[in-house]
Structures are given as C-alpha cells and as structure tokens.
C-alpha cells in the first residue's frame, strides 16, 4: 500500500477468527484523537463494530487521551462512527446479522492524512482450530529449521 503508514495490528483477530472478507473504513474522529493515533497510543485487540440505525459503530477502541490537549479532551472508549458507503454498510450490516459472524478491526493505519481501519468479517474459531493452525505453523517452523540446517 503505497503512502499508507501502519499504527497498529489486531493480531488477536487472525487467531480467535477466520477472516472471510475485508473492508477500508474511515472513521470520525476528533482532533485530540487523530494525534493520539499518529503517536501510535490506540489498542484495538477487543475492538468490533456494529451496525445501528443504518451506520456503522466501532465500539471497545482505545484511543488514549493526548498528553498535550487541554482540559477539553476526549473520552477513550467513546463509540466512534465508521465510514463507509452506503451500500457497503447494508451488506455489511446483512452480513453481521448472520448467526457466528462478526465485524472485527484488523489493521489501523494512516492513509494519506486520514485515519483509516481495516474491517474484517470473521466467524468464530473453535478451540480444535487454534490448535490445528498452531500445530501447522510449528511443523513449518521445523522444516525451515531442517532446510537452513541442511544448505549450511
């Protein structure tokens, strides 16, 4: 992504959901909190949107208080609106209706000037499939180790 600068990485996403669609969206944000998130002092890990009233809410974000606003900062855990098309938001809305799947924050980067999320649709992993993917990443992790082991 060309002019794109990463904050930060919902890693918790990848491992408690398959992720099956993603999505850019803006989202609203007040001053104190754009420079909040170019200083890189968000958390997203228990992060998820949801759709209400035709628009799109991301809820659980922490975007910490900026050292250098005044008294008038903003609250943070506040609710922040996403940005999406209107089109977008409807399929996104049918699809977070649906039993087992979810709207989850993946990525939360700077585009340009503009704060951006990549918002993914998950549905839930089971405790098998955690140990599957573990199991799977370990045995990649030894063939590597035995094919540097064998070139050296």
């Known amino acids: 992504m060309e002019n794109s600068k990463t904050i930060t990485v919902n890693r918790k996403a990848y491992h408690d959901y398959h992720i099956l669609e993603s999505y850019e969206a803006g989202i609203a944000l007040k001053g104190s909190e754009i420079k909040s998130i170019r200083l890189g002092h968000v958390n997203i890990r228990d992060a998820y949107a949801r759709p209400d009233k035709g628009e799109l ?9 900026y050292q250098a606003s005044g008294h008038d900062t903003h609250q943070p ?3 922040r609106k996403l940005l ?12 977070a209706s649906q039993k087992g799947l979810t709207l989850v924050p993946l990525r939360l ?10 918002l993914g649709v998950g549905r839930g992993k089971r405790m098998f499939d955690k140990r599957d993917a573990i199991a799977r990443r370990e045995t990649e992790r030894e063939v590597e180790r035995a094919l540097k082991k064998k070139t050296r």
């Open 57 to 65: 809410w991301l809820f659980n974000a922490h975007i910490a208080a």
């Open 109 to 118: 980067y700077i585009k340009g000037s503009v704060a951006k999320l990549e």
């Open 84 to 95: 999406l098309h209107r089109k977008q938001i409807e399929e996104l809305a049918a699809t």
């Open 77 to 79: 855990d506040r609710p």
